[in-house]
């Protein structure tokens, strides 16, 4: 099938924010975060001393990637997109480029990307790579320094600045180099065919460098879409702003709607504003009317279960979706 035509028919799929963060849960030394859950080191400047002890308790006894897959199809979701690297710097995948990943630097000693790949094959279902291309907080070079402030409150930069507080010294094209490129064609190279890079916050990357990674995509992966945060006009589609329902779509504009099912994308143990199935429902009917896909994300525990009131409510989903 051709690349755009799976999307254009796809309208609804699920990701998932997993990382080092959900052992956090939103909370660091008897506080609590407003924000969302996987910018808690951020939010609570923890040093990456301290961050990175995090990984020898990250054992997720409970993940089953079939369990996941299997839940996204019930919903009737037709395509996965999962975390590889979020803003933390933390691969949950075996690197070969940084030792700073699930495999390597915890007990689990396991490949969560590996197994979602296999399972997404024997299910039916797409395989797409959420990768943060320039925000990487375990990097002493990693990208969002030339902003500088930009938000109010605590979660207020992009960049580490209390582990690496110099950003007159810091070069994105050194973290780039080092880490992102050999990254991202791990991902590319390593699980088979990936439906789409969903990559996030370009806001570093030169021209140049965007290129380079879109080239890369293409190289590697002719079929595999790029969505249009890879930065500087790049893409093969739109992801739109985060929980934002667009109210058209241009005609044969491909465009996704990245949404939560609370309010947090990492997990928050004590979110607990979900949106019922009505909700979904409806959010899902005004996206695909206007030609935008539903992108609905859960955010797993520490132990590797998707919250029950998610799993609820997409049951119920499905159900409905079964029915019409």
Known sequence: MD?????????????????????????????????IGEWAQEY???????????????DPVFFDAEEWVLLAKRAGMKYVVFTSKHHDGFAMYHSKASTYNVYDATPFKRDPVEELAYACKKHGLKLGLYYSQDLDWAHPHGGGYTLGKVWCGDL?????????????????SICFREKIVPQVKEILTSYGDLCLIWFDVP??????????????????????????????????????????????S???MLRESPCTINDTWGYKSFDNNWKSADKIMELKSRLNN?????????????????????VDVLEEVGRRLSCV
């Open 290 to 310: 206007n030609g935008i896909n539903y992108l609905l994300n859960v955010g797993p525990d520490p132990l590797g279960r998707i919250p029950g009131p998610s």
């Open 44 to 58: 609570f400047r923890i040093p990456g001393a301290e961050y990175r002890k995090l990984a020898a308790a990250f």
């Open 156 to 172: 207020a930069y992009l960049t580490n600045n209390w582990d690496y507080p110099d950003d007159d010294k810091k070069d994105y």
């Open 203 to 248: 806001v570093t990357l030169k021209p140049e460098q965007t290129d380079e990674l879109y080239k890369m995509v293409k190289f590697y992966q002719p079929d595999c879409l790029v969505n249009s945060r890879i930065g500087n006009g790049y893409g093969d589609y739109e992801s739109a702003d985060d929980n934002a329902i667009p109210s058209n």
């Open 3 to 35: 690349n755009k035509k799976w999307f254009q028919e796809a309208k609804f799929g699920m990701m998932i924010h997993w990382g080092l963060y959900a052992l956090l849960g939103g909370e660091w030394k008897g506080r609590r975060m407003d924000a």
């Open 250 to 252: 241009a005609p044969g």
